[in-house]
């Protein structure tokens, strides 16, 4: 017994539905996973070029940098709630 033409192409016709109702769902959820791939490889991306990108601050001597991360720890300590250590 041979297949014809038209068996075979109710056959495909038959597989893509039943691979379209089991891909289709599964196409955004692969579109969301790709795009948080993507944001997350540019956070570590901006992570590694440095966190400090103003000129003025690079300016500063070693003694004015550390005051003002000090500061600026200190303010950020307060806004979240949390007593540094001293």
Do not use: C, H, W
């Not at 944001?39 to 500063?60: C, H, P, W």
């Amino acid at each position: 017994m041979s297949l014809t033409s038209e068996d075979l192409l109710q056959i495909r016709q038959l597989f893509n539905e039943a691979f379209d109702d089991k891909i289709a769902p599964l196409a955004g959820e692969i579109e969301a996973l790709r795009n948080d791939i993507k944001e997350i490889y540019n956070m570590i991306t901006e992570l590694q070029r440095g966190t400090v990108t103003d000129a003025s601050f690079q300016k500063l001597t070693l003694e004015e940098k550390l005051l003002r991360l000090n500061a600026e720890l200190l303010t950020a300590a307060k806004q979240a709630g949390v007593t540094l250590p001293r």
